[in-house]
């Protein structure tokens, strides 16, 4: 059984910096990518960035320069690091592996 935790939202100032975590249990192996995706009120749930079988990396066009997406396979963790925040980005982030999501951690842009 998959689990994934999310950790690291929160409020910060348009400008600033957060960095999400989504610690995997389970059997996590290199077949599946790994990603995160988010979902603004209102709007659908997007995939933001994900790490693509082979280790290629992808992002959503309104993040890249932006947003990193990194993974640390010894602690089954991967990371969102997110600088130069913008009231846009406010969203429920998701941690996404295969058909497992986590529970979501919220972002808040906002001065």
Avoid at 36 to 44: E, H, I, L, N, S
């Amino acid at each position: 059984q998959v689990q994934l935790v999310e950790s690291g939202g929160g409020l910060v100032q348009p400008g600033g910096s957060l960095r999400l975590s989504c610690a995997a249990s389970g059997i996590i192996s290199s077949i599946f990518g790994m990603g995160w995706y988010r979902q603004a009120p209102g709007k659908r749930r997007e995939l933001v960035a994900t790490i693509i079988t082979g280790g290629s990396l992808y992002y959503v066009d309104s993040v890249k320069g932006r947003f990193t997406i990194s993974r640390d396979n010894a602690k089954n963790t991967w990371y969102l690091q997110m600088n130069s925040l913008k009231p846009e980005d406010t969203a429920v982030y998701y941690c996404n592996y295969g058909s497992h999501w986590g529970q979501g951690t919220q972002v808040t842009v906002s001065s």
